[in-house]
């Protein structure tokens, strides 16, 4: 069994200070009259957030906040993977894996913490807490980049199985993810079933997009592919770039921490729930801290390969139905909806919720949403 080292955040002080020397000589481009966020990233948002960056956001005090999180890594195979373990407060605590997306991090899921762990002093039953284990998926955050070639959602699911079965002990584990994360957890469910109590999603993953459909389909079935479609080409520009030329884009973005930041709110703009106002969901602080994460760990680049990776990689079966008992929880202003016919195509679907409000990262927009959630689905699979 491979053994866990207890991490602790400690970014060295030459980084921080580096950072500090490059947001100041910035140079920034023009910008037409007007343009606001239709061109990309509002030029004028991004300086005072690049000011506050400067200014106001204390990085240290993050560390703090997380090392008070109990974090480790491993080594599996040689690959060093960074993950938080928070255990159950209740009388029957059930393993539960969160994985996260991109352009986010495991800080997508630190607001769920409390509500999983100890729902009884959040409002719930104590009998509905469960383990917590959040990694940094590879590539990402303080988890190793990998280094070869066809590092992919396939390996990505193996390497946290190995985490739960081997490394962590537990023989059967429950799953939810977003983004990548859904697709992983999807991967998980098709090769790892004998392992999985169930799983949960926050959408349909985008890989089903690429399926053959078979030739009924309803109504809102066409509908939903059509806007995914739609979607491609209005929003799917750093899709295209990502999975085809993701280095020449790193250049840029691993040198300039304003070029960053640029890359990545905007995305926290445009797929969340926050009617074009980012800070009604998301403060300046939680925005920095994600943006910060990235810079210091350099791992921008190796994120972004995620994306050229699955490219090249084979999807699931198109017509593969996965036997795990499954939950979906549509949020209103994610990326695409599908409708529950679609899902039912692909899953063994025992709870689907359309959700009144919150977007693409919901494990921060709307963690007591996506919390009720999970604990309604994995309650009578306990």
């Known amino acids: 069994m491979a053994v866990t080292t207890p991490f602790t955040i400690d970014v060295p002080q030459d980084v921080l200070e580096d950072l500090q020397k490059r947001l100041a000589t910035t140079r920034w481009p023009d910008s037409v009259a007007g343009a606001g966020w239709d061109y990309g990233t509002d030029l004028a948002y ?15 005090a993050v560390e703090r906040a997380l090392n008070r999180i109990p974090q480790f890594r491993v080594e599996l195979d040689g690959f060093g993977l960074h993950f938080l373990h928070v255990r159950g407060n209740g009388p029957r605590s059930i393993p539960l894996l969160l994985s996260h997306g991109f352009p986010d991090s495991f800080l997508r899921m630190i607001k769920l913490i409390p509500l999983l762990s100890d729902p009884a002093a959040h409002g719930g039953d104590a009998a509905d807490s469960f383990d917590l284990v959040i990694p940094s998926l590879p590539g990402f955050g303080f988890s190793d980049r990998p280094h070869e070639r066809g590092f992919d959602v396939g390996k990505i699911a193996a390497l946290f199985d190995r985490l739960m079965t081997e490394t962590l002990g537990y023989p059967r584990y429950a799953a939810h993810g977003g983004d990548w994360g859904s697709a992983i957890t999807e991967r998980l469910a098709l090769e790892h079933a004998e392992h999985l109590i169930g799983i949960h999603l926050s959408e349909i993953p985008f890989t089903r997009l690429f399926s053959v459909p078979p030739a009924n389909l309803t109504a809102a079935e066409q509908a939903y592919l059509a806007s995914g479609m739609k979607w491609q080409r209005r929003e799917g520009g750093y899709f295209a770039i990502q999975s085809t030329k993701p280095q020449t884009l790193a250049v840029g973005l691993n040198d300039s921490p304003a070029g960053l930041a640029a890359w990545i709110v905007e995305k926290y703009r445009s797929w969340s729930d926050c009617d074009g106002a980012i800070e009604q969901k998301f403060s300046k602080d939680e925005l920095l801290a994600n943006i910060t994460l990235y810079w210091v760990t350099g791992t921008i680049h190796s994120a972004m390969r995620t994306y050229y990776e699955a490219s090249r990689s084979r999807l699931p079966t198109s017509l593969s139905k996965i036997e795990v008992p499954t939950g979906v929880a549509i ?52």
Do not use: C, N
């Open 46 to 60: 991004l300086k005072g957030l690049v000011g506050y960056w400067q200014q106001g956001f204390d990085w240290r």
């Open 331 to 382: 949020f209103p202003k994610d990326l695409l909806r599908a409708p529950r016919e679609y899902g039912e195509r692909f899953f063994d679907i025992r709870r689907w919720t359309e959700l009144p409000s919150g977007g693409h990262f919901a494990a921060m927009e709307e963690p007591e949403l996506l919390a009720h959630e999970i604990r309604e689905l994995f309650r009578p699979l306990r």
